[in-house]
């Protein structure tokens, strides 16, 4: 894993369905296209269904740690796929950056099966 400050605004997708919610502090750089090939690259935990993804951006000067996600073959994911961490702390500054004062306000997208 690597940590990285955030140059310019980047969009950043995060996957959420069942117990997974629209904060949280793990996201990624590329587009969820489909909900098997999301949840096995991104090794989602149990209770994400992957159901939908929201998309937002991330403000300069954030420092994110980015790195590969580990596979977890017990429950037969491949992993492989890029992940962003941010603290919790700073998920209020990504709100503001976006626009809005809830992370329900952002759209829940449906992702295909």
């Known amino acids: 894993m690597s940590v990285f400050r955030v140059a310019e605004p980047v969009t950043v997708h995060r996957v959420v ?13 590329e587009l969820p296209t489909s909900r098997q090939r999301t949840l096995d690259e991104l090794a989602l935990p149990e209770g994400n269904t992957a159901e939908a993804f929201i998309s937002f951006s991330l403000p300069p000067d954030l420092v994110v ?18 992940q962003v961490f941010v603290e919790n702390d700073i998920l209020d500054r990504i709100l503001a950056f976006n626009g809005v004062s ?4 952002f759209e829940r997208i449906p992702l295909p099966d």
Do not use: C, H, K, Y
């Open 17 to 29: 369905g069942g117990t997974a919610e629209n904060r949280g502090r793990f996201m990624a750089f």
């Open 65 to 82: 740690a980015i790195g590969r996600v580990e596979e977890i073959p017990e429950r037969g994911l491949s992993g492989g796929g890029t």
């Open 102 to 105: 809830s992370w329900d306000d």
